[in-house]
C-alpha cells in the first residue's frame, strides 16, 4: 500500500477562518497604514523621487534596509547581546527548578 502524504499549504493570518470580520478590517487597516508609513519614509512622497506615486517593492526594500540596519546593530553589540540572552535563559531555568 502507498502511503499518501498530506500537502501544508501555508494560508495567510487574514484569511484564516479564526478571525473575526472586525479582526481582519483592523489587519487590512493597518497594512495600509504600515505601507503608507513606508511610503513617506523611503522619500517616494517626494513627486523627484524616482520611484515617487510607487509602492511597487516598497515592503521589500525597507525589510531589506531594517534587515541591514539590525545586523549592523546585532554586530556591533554582539558581546552585550549573548550575555543578555545567556541570563535570560539561565533566569528562565531558575525559575522552572
Not at 501544508?8 to 479582526?23: D, F, G, L
Not at 520611484?51 to 531594517?66: C, D, I, P, R, V
Amino acid at each position: 500500500m502507498s502511503e499518501v502524504q498530506e500537502a501544508t499549504v501555508s494560508v495567510p493570518a487574514y484569511r484564516k477562518p479564526a478571525i473575526s470580520p472586525a479582526e481582519r478590517v483592523q489587519q487590512d487597516q493597518n497594512r495600509a497604514d504600515f505601507m503608507e508609513f513606508l511610503y513617506t519614509a523611503s522619500g517616494r512622497s517626494d513627486p523627484s523621487h524616482p520611484q515617487a506615486n510607487t509602492y511597487t517593492g516598497l515592503f521589500e526594500a525597507s525589510a531589506l534596509k531594517l534587515g541591514v540596519a539590525l545586523l549592523e546593530d546585532l554586530r556591533e553589540e554582539w558581546h552585550t547581546f549573548i550575555v543578555q540572552i545567556t541570563n535570560h535563559a539561565t533566569d528562565d531555568e531558575s525559575t522552572m527548578a
